[in-house]
C-alpha cells in the first residue's frame, strides 16, 4: 500500500467559520465535497482536536469561505497552523458577518451551512449540512489543495484528514 | 443564494468500479474526500439512481481509478454518461483485476475500497470506506472537475452531486 496515492485525489482550500459562546472561530479544510443538488448539502471532515469541531456540535452553524489563489498565506498561516482555543483568528483577519457566521472578505466565494447530521469517524468527525445561503465574491481562481502543496509550497498540518507523516 | 458559487468547490474526477452477480460496473464520481488519515478511510457520494449504488450495497467494495489529464473522453463518456444496467463499461475499457475489482489501465492511481458505513439523503448515498490497498500508476496530473468543465468542456450528469440545471 502506497499511502502517496492518496495525494492524487484533488480538493480545495476552505476556511470553515463557526463560533463559540463569546466569539467567532473557525479552522482550515480540504475535505469537503457536495452531496446532494436538490437540496443543496455537502460533507465537511473536522478532525476531533480542532477547537473547531467542538464548535460546530454546539452551534450547530458554520461558512465555508472558498480560498482563491490570490489569498493572502497569512490568512492559511492563522487558520490552518494554530488553535482557536487559544487564538482570536477572525480578530486579525478582514471579514463580514453573514446570517451570524464569519466570511474572511478575501473569499471568492461563501457558503452558509446549518447542521443536519453528523458521523463518527476514529480521529475525525464528517460533518453533513444543508446550504442556507451562498453568493460568489469575485473572481479570483479557486485554490486547490495541489496549487496550495505545489506552487505556494505549504504544508499540511496533523490534524489534516490527507496528512501523511 | 446564487447556487453557482457551488461551482468554486474543487474536486478530482474518478471511475468507481464494482461488481454485479455477473459483471464488473461502475460510473464517474467527483465528490469523494478522504476522511481520516490513520487508518484511511474516504467518502464518496453516489446517486440513488445509478446502478453503481446498489451494486456498492450488495458487495461492500468498490474501487476508485484517479483519472489523469490524459484520459481518453471516451471514458468519462461511456461511465458518466450510460446505466450500467444496460452497459457492460468495463467490457470496452483497457482493465486490470486488483483484489477482485476493476482498475481503468490508464488511471494515473487507485484505491482499493471497502464499505464500512453509509448515509442516506435526499437523492444520494454516503459511501464511507476503509482503504484496505492504493497505489500510483503513472506521472499523470489528476484531472480536476475544473479542468473537466473548463479545458475538456466536459457536462455533468443529471445524477451528479454538483449538477446544477
Redo the contacts between chains.
Keep these: 500500500?502506497?499511502?502517496?496515492?492518496?495525494n492524487?485525489?484533488?480538493?480545495?482550500?476552505y476556511v470553515v467559520g463557526t463560533k463559540d459562546e463569546n466569539r467567532f472561530c473557525g479552522c482550515i479544510a480540504n475535505?469537503?465535497?457536495?452531496?446532494?443538488?436538490?437540496?443543496?448539502?455537502?460533507?465537511l471532515?473536522i478532525n476531533h482536536n480542532n477547537y473547531t469541531n467542538k464548535c460546530i456540535k454546539e452551534s450547530k452553524e458554520f461558512s465555508i469561505c472558498?480560498l482563491g489563489e490570490k489569498t493572502n498565506p497569512l490568512i492559511i498561516g492563522t487558520f490552518g497552523f494554530r488553535s482557536a482555543k487559544d487564538t482570536d483568528k477572525f480578530a486579525n483577519t478582514n471579514h463580514k458577518v453573514i446570517n451570524n457566521l464569519p466570511i474572511c472578505s478575501e473569499s471568492?466565494?461563501?457558503?452558509i451551512c446549518k447542521l443536519i447530521?453528523s458521523?463518527e469517524?476514529?480521529?475525525?468527525t464528517?460533518f453533513?449540512a444543508s446550504?442556507?445561503?451562498?453568493?460568489?465574491l469575485n473572481n479570483d481562481t479557486?485554490m486547490?489543495?495541489?496549487y496550495y502543496h505545489n506552487i505556494i509550497k505549504g504544508k499540511s498540518p496533523k490534524n489534516?484528514?490527507?496528512?501523511?507523516a
Design positions: 500500500m502506497d499511502k502517496n496515492a492518496l492524487k485525489l484533488s480538493y480545495g482550500m475535505s469537503l465535497i457536495q452531496i446532494t443538488a436538490e437540496p443543496p448539502t455537502i460533507a471532515s472558498v471568492c466565494a461563501y457558503l447530521n458521523v469517524m476514529s480521529t475525525h464528517i453533513i446550504i442556507e445561503q451562498c453568493e460568489i479557486p486547490t489543495y495541489s489534516a484528514p490527507t496528512y501523511i
